[in-house]
Nanobody, 124 residues
Framework: QVQLEESGGGLVQAGGSLRLSCAAS????????MGWFRHAPGKEREFVAG????????YYADSVKGRFTISRDNAKNTVYLQMNSLKPEDTAVYYC?????????????????WGQGTQVNVST
């Protein structure tokens, strides 16, 4: 089991940037694919980005492709989400998740551990 804690959320103007971090504890982090999801009011939870256990493979939702970058540092047990060119529609609670395998996956069922989330608000 992996315990996850997100940080780095906040309020930013449209066009700005934020970097989210997800600190993990547990022996399986370095062999787990990781992902970021988001949940906006009135919408379903949405996949944002995923990364394989060594970082060699990444997946992105079409809505963030070219603007967001997922990365990981296994020595620090941390996964990151760099968010650039933010838009008001990116406003949501962002969750970090640990995968059930080493692969980069995009479905909710592929993740077994979730953090508590960090709020991102993008103003116009």
């Amino acid at each position: 089991q992996v315990q996850l804690e997100e940080s780095g959320g906040g309020l930013v103007q449209a066009g700005g940037s934020l970097r989210l971090s997800c600190a993990a504890s547990g022996r399986t982090f370095s062999t787990s694919g990781m992902g970021w999801f988001r949940h906006a009011p009135g919408k379903e939870r949405e996949f944002v980005a995923g990364i394989s256990w060594r970082g060699g493979s990444t997946y992105y939702a079409d809505s963030v492709k070219g603007r967001f970058t997922i990365s990981r540092d296994n020595a620090k047990n941390t996964v990151y989400l760099q968010m650039n060119s933010l838009k008001p529609e990116d406003t949501a609670v962002y969750y970090c998740a640990a995968g059930r395998s080493t692969a980069a996956v995009s479905t909710t069922a592929g993740f077994g551990s979730w953090g508590q989330g960090t709020q991102v608000n993008v103003s116009t």
